[in-house]
Nanobody, 124 residues
Framework: QVQLVESGGGLVQSGGSLTLACAAP????????TGWFRQAPGKEREFVGG????????DYVGNVKGRFTISIGNAKTTALLQMHSLKPEDRADYLC?????????????????WGQGTQGSVSS
């Protein structure tokens, strides 16, 4: 089973930006829908956003719309999560995964290939 690897986390000030990367061992992002999730301490894992491998359409949870952007690299081996205007409440471990669904689903149980995550911290 494929395992993805997240990177790019770090500490930024409120209002700052981070770009997270999700790396795959092959061009699987051209064949599976990609989802980004996050999990803050003491909270459940939540859907952040996703991108469809068939249409390229994206879907984001309401509190990140307009601030976060998901894209797939040309080689289909990397998925990026660009985060802008970060807020302290965005602090979490960020994880990526894939699903065979044609469109992103918010339900994490439909996804596989979870990596270890990368931490995004935002200071106020």
């Amino acid at each position: 089973q494929v395992q993805l690897v997240e990177s790019g986390g770090g500490l930024v000030q409120s209002g700052g930006s981070l770009t997270l990367a999700c790396a795959a061992p092959g061009p699987i992002f051209g064949s599976y829908t990609t989802g980004w999730f996050r999990q803050a301490p003491g909270k459940e894992r939540e859907f952040v956003g996703g991108i469809s491998w068939t249409s390229g359409s994206t879907d984001y949870v309401g509190n990140v719309k307009g601030r976060f952007t998901i894209s797939i690299g040309n080689a289909k081996t990397t998925a990026l999560l660009q985060m802008h205007s970060l807020k302290p409440e965005d602090r979490a471990d960020y994880l990526c995964a894939i699903t065979s669904d044609r469109e992103p689903t918010h339900n994490s149980s439909y996804y596989v290939g979870w990596g270890q995550g990368t931490q995004g911290s935002v200071s106020s």
